[in-house]
């Protein structure tokens, strides 16, 4: 049974850029979570789906968007980058009916020059 | 809105001594709690999980934790500390709108030394 699987692995990208970064959830599960791990801090929440709607938002801005597709895989979108876009992004996946327990992947590396 | 603290930033042990991580959650509700490990360059693994059954959790690996809401703490112990725990520690919050947003601490390194 595959976990959580996230692509790519590391990207660089330069200030005023878009990435995608893409999401695939552990096998069953139909709720994708999005957060970002800055260097030395715990993540933090951007936003959720579940049956291809954001459900709930964290406090960041606008450029940062994403979808869920009907096979519940999801893509993070993020425009205009900055250099504090830079860390580590994972993604959870886990049941909208279940006991809140999220299954992360190993998340993909963003660097901003 | 909810929280946790993390008292300690870095913790470090001998290999077979006991291990203590020390967690205080802020709740308007009755909290769902959760430790993760996230060892370098990997994900985060869930150690355990506390959703208001027990009062004490085991995890994986012989860790485990006690909920004590007269002192809003949920500290992670295990007796006796292996070289591959050393890795960072998260204590987490669920918010409980039905939603399932995590609300992590800032992490807990371990350090343990031979």
């Known amino acids: 049974d595959a976990g959580v699987t996230q692509s790519p692995t590391h990207l660089i990208k330069t200030r005023g850029q878009q990435v995608t970064l893409r999401c695939s959830p552990k096998?069953?599960?139909?709720?994708v979570s999005w957060y970002q791990q800055a260097l030395g801090q715990g993540p933090q929440f951007i936003f959720q789906?579940?049956?291809?709607?954001?459900?709930q938002r964290g406090n960041f801005p606008d450029r940062f968007s994403g979808h869920q597709f009907p096979n519940y895989s999801s893509e993070l979108n993020v425009n205009a980058l900055l250099l504090g876009d830079s860390a580590l992004y994972l993604c959870?996946?886990?049941?909208?009916?279940?006991?809140?327990?999220?299954?992360f992947g190993p998340g993909t590396r963003l660097t901003v020059t | 809105a909810q929280s946790v603290t993390q008292l300690d930033s870095h913790v470090s042990v001998s290999e077979g001594t006991p291990v203590l991580l020390r967690c205080n959650y802020s709740?308007?509700?009755?909290?769902?709690l959760f430790w993760y490990v996230q060892h370098p360059n990997k994900g985060l693994q869930l150690l355990l999980k506390?959703?208001?059954?027990?009062?004490l959790v085991k995890g994986i690996n012989g860790f485990e934790a006690e909920f004590k809401k007269s002192e809003t703490s949920f500290h992670l112990t295990k007796p006796s500390a292996h070289m591959s725990d050393a890795a960072e520690y998260f204590c987490?919050?669920?918010?409980?709108?039905?939603?399932?947003?995590?609300?992590f601490g800032t992490g807990t390194r371990l350090l343990v030394s031979p």
């Open positions: 959870a996946s886990s049941l909208a009916s279940g006991a809140y327990e999220q299954y």
């Open positions: 096998s069953g599960h139909d709720t």
């Open positions: 789906y579940y049956e291809e709607e954001e459900r």
């Open positions: 709740s308007s509700y009755s909290p769902s």
């Open positions: 506390y959703t208001s059954a027990a009062t």
């Open positions: 987490v919050v669920s918010e409980d709108t039905g939603f399932q947003k995590l609300v």
